[in-house]
C-alpha cells in the first residue's frame, strides 16, 4: 500500500502523538510506501528520509517550542498542508490516509482524502477531544464540537485508543460514530539497562521516573511535593521531557529545597529514554488526563509499577494492585503513601513490574501496525464497493 499520514505533529516536534505515529509509520515502512506531511519549524528540513519514511514538512509561523505548538502554528499548519498535500497527491497515487488528531488536523486529511477520493482514517489522539486541563479543549466549544462531529461522520474510520476516549467521544460529540478501538504501540525495549554510575545514580536509590511535556496537564508540580514528603527516603525523580513549565518546575523544586533529588533529562532518543527507564525502580505520573498515556506503557515495557491517577485511557490497563496503583483523581496523600509502599517494598515492585511487562507485549508496536494494516485493508475495499 501506498500510505499518507497528516499529523501536525511529527518528532523532534511535539508530544506522544507524534511519537506514536513515528513508531508505526516506520513499522509500516518495512512493508509498505509511507509518507508524512507535518510542520516544518526549528531546524527541521523541509524533506527527509527517516528509517524507510519520508517526511515532507510544511512552513508554520509562530512556533515557539518543540514541545508544544501555538494556535497560530496549528492554523497555519491545517492552511499550508492542504496547499502542499494537493501537490503532492497528484504526484503519488496514495490508497489511504491516516489523519492523526481530529484537532488540527482533521480538516487537511479530509479535504486531501475528497480531492482525489480516497479513504481517510482519523486517528483520536486524546487531546483532539477532550483535555480538561485546557480552556480551549474541543468538548468546551460549540464549534469545535460541530467541527469535529463533522469530520467523525465524513471519515471512512475513527480509531480512538482507549475505551476512556471512546467514552467521552460519545458523551461530548453524539455523532452516532462508533470508533475501532487500536491502542497505541510501544518500540520493544530491547537496549540494556543504563548503568546507574554513568548517570550519577548509586545501586541503592530508588528512582522514580516519569515521561511527559511540562505542561498544565501534567501537573508536575505534584511529584516535586511527593519528593519533598519524602526526602528521607534514599530517592531520586527524573523526568523525561521538557515543555514550557520547566524553569517554573526548577523553581518550584529550589524553593522546596529537593532541586539536588530531581533531574531533568530534556528531550532525548528513543534508545537513551530505555536506558533510562530500565534502570529505575517505578514510573509515577500526576497527569489529569491521557486519550491512552503511551508514556504509562513505555514504563511497564521496561517492567516498572506505575502509580497514576484514575482519569484516561491507561486505566485500560494499569491494573490497581496488579501491576500498579490507581489512585482517585488529585488524592496526592493516596499517592504518595502507595508510592511509599513501593518503596519500601523491593520484592512488590518486581512482581508488580513483571505483571507491567506481561500486559505491555500486548502494545509492541508490530501488533499496533498490523491492526492499522487491517483496517487500511477494509476501508479501501469499502470504498471499491
Same mark, same amino acid.
Given at each position: 500500500?501506498?500510505?499518507?499520514?497528516?499529523?501536525?505533529?511529527?518528532?523532534?516536534?511535539?508530544?506522544?502523538?507524534?511519537?506514536?505515529?513515528?513508531?508505526?509509520?516506520?513499522? $509500516?515502512?518495512?512493508?509498505?510506501?509511507?509518507?508524512?506531511?507535518?510542520? &516544518?519549524?526549528?531546524?527541521?528540513?523541509?524533506?527527509?528520509?527517516?528509517?524507510?519514511?519520508?517526511?515532507?514538512?510544511?512552513?508554520?509561523?509562530?512556533?515557539?517550542?518543540?514541545?508544544?505548538?501555538?494556535?497560530?502554528? #496549528? =492554523?497555519?499548519?491545517? $492552511?499550508? =498542508?492542504?496547499?502542499?498535500?494537493k501537490k503532492l497527491i497528484k504526484q503519488e497515487k496514495f490508497d489511504v490516509?491516516?489523519?492523526?488528531?481530529?484537532?488540527p488536523t482533521g480538516p487537511v486529511g479530509h479535504v486531501l482524502s475528497r480531492?482525489?477520493?480516497?479513504?481517510?482514517?482519523?486517528? $483520536?489522539?486524546?487531546?483532539?477531544?477532550?483535555?480538561?486541563?485546557?480552556?480551549?479543549?474541543?468538548?468546551?466549544?460549540?464549534?469545535? &464540537? #460541530?467541527?469535529? &462531529?463533522?469530520?467523525?461522520?465524513?471519515?471512512?474510520?475513527?480509531?480512538?485508543?482507549?475505551?476512556? $476516549?471512546?467514552?467521552?467521544?460519545?458523551?461530548?460529540?453524539?455523532?452516532?460514530?462508533?470508533?475501532?478501538? /487500536?491502542?497505541?504501540?510501544?518500540?520493544?525495549?530491547?537496549?540494556?539497562?543504563?548503568?546507574?554510575?554513568?548517570?550519577?545514580?548509586?545501586?541503592?536509590?530508588?528512582?522514580?521516573?516519569?515521561?511527559?511535556?511540562?505542561?498544565?496537564?501534567?501537573? #508536575?508540580?505534584?511529584?516535586?511535593?511527593?519528593?519533598?514528603?519524602?526526602?528521607?527516603?534514599?530517592?531520586?525523580? /527524573?523526568?523525561?521531557?521538557?515543555?514550557?513549565?520547566?524553569?517554573?518546575?526548577?523553581?518550584?523544586?529550589?524553593?522546596?529545597?529537593?532541586?539536588?533529588?530531581?533531574?531533568?533529562?530534556?528531550? /532525548?532518543?528513543?534508545?537513551?529514554?530505555?536506558?533510562?527507564?530500565? #534502570?529505575?525502580?517505578?514510573?509515577?505520573?500526576?497527569?489529569?488526563?491521557?486519550?491512552?498515556?503511551?508514556?504509562?506503557?513505555?514504563?511497564?515495557?521496561?517492567?516498572?509499577?506505575?502509580?497514576?491517577?484514575?482519569?484516561?485511557?491507561?486505566?485500560?490497563?494499569?491494573?490497581?494492585?496488579?501491576?500498579?496503583?490507581?489512585?482517585?483523581?488529585?488524592?496526592?496523600?493516596?499517592? /504518595?503513601?502507595?508510592?511509599?509502599?513501593?518503596?519500601?517494598?523491593?520484592?512488590?515492585?518486581?512482581?508488580?513490574?513483571?505483571?507491567?511487562?506481561?500486559?505491555?507485549?500486548?502494545?509492541?508496536?508490530?501488533?499496533?501496525?498490523?491492526?492499522?494494516?487491517?483496517?487500511?485493508?477494509?476501508?479501501?475495499?469499502?470504498? &471499491?464497493?
Open positions: 500500500m501506498k500510505i499518507l499520514f497528516c499529523n501536525y505533529e511529527y518528532p523532534p516536534l511535539g508530544g506522544g502523538g507524534g511519537v506514536v505515529n513515528k513508531l508505526v509509520a516506520e513499522e $509500516l515502512a518495512k512493508r509498505h510506501a509511507v509518507t508524512v506531511l507535518t510542520s &516544518r519549524a526549528f531546524d527541521c528540513p523541509e524533506e527527509c528520509r527517516e528509517s524507510g519514511v519520508r517526511v515532507f514538512r510544511v512552513p508554520v509561523i509562530l512556533r515557539k517550542e518543540k514541545s508544544v505548538a501555538t494556535l497560530t502554528s #496549528m =492554523a497555519s499548519y491545517v $492552511l499550508s =498542508a492542504i496547499l502542499y498535500g490516509i491516516n489523519t492523526y488528531f481530529s484537532i480531492k482525489v477520493n480516497i479513504p481517510n482514517i482519523i486517528s $483520536l489522539m486524546g487531546g483532539d477531544v477532550i483535555d480538561p486541563s485546557k480552556k480551549l479543549s474541543p468538548h468546551r466549544h460549540l464549534v469545535l &464540537r #460541530m467541527l469535529n &462531529r463533522f469530520l467523525f461522520r465524513n471519515a471512512d474510520a475513527v480509531v480512538a485508543p482507549s475505551d476512556n $476516549l471512546i467514552r467521552n467521544m460519545q458523551i461530548y460529540y453524539r455523532s452516532g460514530v462508533m470508533p475501532h478501538k /487500536i491502542p497505541f504501540g510501544i518500540r520493544r525495549p530491547d537496549v540494556e539497562p543504563g548503568v546507574r554510575k554513568k548517570y550519577g545514580f548509586s545501586n541503592d536509590q530508588i528512582l522514580i521516573v516519569c515521561v511527559g511535556r511540562l505542561v498544565p496537564r501534567k501537573q #508536575m508540580h505534584q511529584l516535586i511535593e511527593l519528593v519533598e514528603r519524602l526526602k528521607d527516603k534514599n530517592i531520586h525523580l /527524573i523526568i523525561i521531557g521538557d515543555g514550557p513549565l520547566k524553569q517554573a518546575f526548577l523553581n518550584e523544586a529550589k524553593k522546596r529545597s529537593v532541586a539536588d533529588k530531581i533531574t531533568l533529562t530534556g528531550f /532525548i532518543d528513543e534508545s537513551e529514554k530505555f536506558k533510562i527507564l530500565r #534502570m529505575c525502580d517505578i514510573y509515577a505520573s500526576t497527569s489529569q488526563h491521557e486519550g491512552f498515556g503511551l508514556g504509562f506503557l513505555e514504563g511497564m515495557g521496561s517492567s516498572l509499577p506505575v502509580v497514576a491517577y484514575n482519569q484516561g485511557g491507561h486505566t485500560d490497563y494499569v491494573v490497581n494492585d496488579v501491576n500498579g496503583y490507581v489512585i482517585e483523581l488529585n488524592d496526592l496523600d493516596g499517592f /504518595i503513601e502507595k508510592t511509599e509502599v513501593l518503596i519500601n517494598d523491593k520484592g512488590l515492585r518486581m512482581r508488580m513490574g513483571t505483571e507491567g511487562y506481561r500486559c505491555a507485549e500486548e502494545y509492541f508496536v508490530d501488533n499496533y501496525a498490523k491492526r492499522y494494516e487491517l483496517l487500511y485493508s477494509e476501508v479501501i475495499e469499502n470504498r &471499491r464497493k
